[in-house]
């Protein structure tokens, strides 16, 4: 939906989608903020020639939760370019007027070259974080208890490992997702 004088892209959703419909807070269906994470890299990723390079965000702000209600609802990224190989995000619905804009989430992402992969020991760090394991179970009580009701799309958590400042999660994506994995 880009014109001469911004990049942009639009979604039209509809609330049927599975992390809008598995995702409640406070008993409103709110889009994940990993959502607008996605649109900014995969925006991003459709303006820039990425070969071998990769995306570091930066100065993300969330300013209010986007809502499906009753129909569907589109949903804006703009990009515009900026010094140092960085590129500006913002996500807003548009409004009547060219003031009315809702802004929902904005940042940046900067372009760097891809390094070589670090290689993680995981049982290591489930050594360093094994003061408490919280199962799955007690983390979804804990956040439906929180307001935060966590369809199945979106029961990722297997178990968390604990130590003062530090936590690790095993997550498996749910077997209701296996078939979307793409």
């Not at 809008?20 to 994470?37: A, N, R, S, T, Y």
């Not at 802004?103 to 992402?109: D, L, R, T």
């Not at 199945?152 to 999660?169: D, F, H, P, Q, S």
Request: charged share 30%.
């Amino acid at each position: 939906t880009s014109n001469l004088e911004e990049q942009c892209f639009t979604s039209v959703f509809t609330g049927e989608e599975f992390f809008l419909k598995d995702h409640f807070v406070k008993c409103q269906m709110l889009l994940p903020e990993v959502v607008c994470l996605e649109m900014a890299r995969a925006a991003i990723e459709k303006a820039v020639n990425m070969d071998n390079r990769t995306i570091e965000f930066e100065n993300i702000v969330w300013s209010q939760p986007f809502t499906v209600r009753d129909k569907s609802k589109e949903l804006t990224i703009a990009l515009f370019p900026a010094e140092d190989n960085r590129i500006i995000y913002e996500i807003y619905t548009k409004g009547s007027s060219e003031n009315e804009d809702l802004i929902y989430s904005q940042g940046s992402g900067k372009i760097v070259e891809k390094s070589d992969e670090e290689i993680i020991n995981i049982e290591a760090l489930k050594k360093r974080c094994n003061k408490k394991i919280i199962t799955a179970e007690v983390c979804y009580e804990t956040f439906k208890k929180l307001g935060i009701d966590y369809g199945a799309g979106y029961r990722v958590i297997k178990e968390l490992y604990t130590r003062e400042n530090r936590v690790l999660a095993r997550l498996e994506l749910p077997s209701i997702l296996i078939d979307e994995e793409d």
